[in-house]
Structures are given as structure tokens and as C-alpha cells.
């Protein structure tokens, strides 16, 4: 491809319909794992208010999975977090300068 990136095909199955994705050549079963959590929470909208047309249900679903992504706290960061982020950096700023 035009990138300079190894790039695979796979085929993810959505409420039995296979969408192919392109992704990494290595990224392959990430991709495959991110698809069956799609599946499942498309099949658990299904469940929950009965059939939709395709574009309504992916439309549903990525609405859903926005909104749980947007209430999920964000990460605290502790001072001693930063103060390991800074010492790393240390490190590795004088393995260069070696």
C-alpha cells in the first residue's frame, strides 16, 4: 500500500453479516476480539428492543459503546506516577546522550 505498511484483510462477523477490515499485518486477532465485543453488544441491543435495520442497529451501536467510553472516569495520575514518568525519561535521555 501506499503507506509502507503490511496490511491484512479480515472478515468480522456482526449479528452473522462478515464485514471485512483492513488492519496491521500482527493486529489480526486484536481485530478479531474488538469485533466479537461489537457482536455482542449489538446482539444484546437486539435483545433488548428487537430488530432494526443494519444502519440503525451500527448506528445504535456506536452510539452505546460512545457513551459508555464518555462516562468512564478518567485515569488518575499520582504524583508518584510522574515522578517514575520523569526518572524513565532520565534514563533513557542519558542512554542517548551516551
Do not use: F, H
Amino acid at each position: 500500500n501506499s503507506w509502507g505498511v503490511e496490511m491484512s484483510v479480515v472478515s468480522i462477523p456482526i449479528v452473522n453479516k462478515n464485514y471485512p477490515m483492513g488492519c496491521e499485518d500482527g493486529q489480526e486477532g486484536r481485530l478479531v476480539e474488538l469485533g466479537q465485543m461489537v457482536d455482542a453488544r449489538a446482539r444484546q441491543i437486539l435483545d433488548k428492543i428487537g430488530p432494526l435495520p443494519e444502519s440503525s442497529l451500527l448506528a445504535t451501536v456506536c452510539i452505546v459503546l460512545a457513551d459508555e467510553i464518555r462516562s468512564r472516569p478518567a485515569p488518575s495520575v499520582t504524583d508518584a506516577d510522574l515522578r517514575e514518568i520523569l526518572a524513565r525519561i532520565r534514563e533513557i535521555k542519558n542512554k542517548i546522550a551516551q
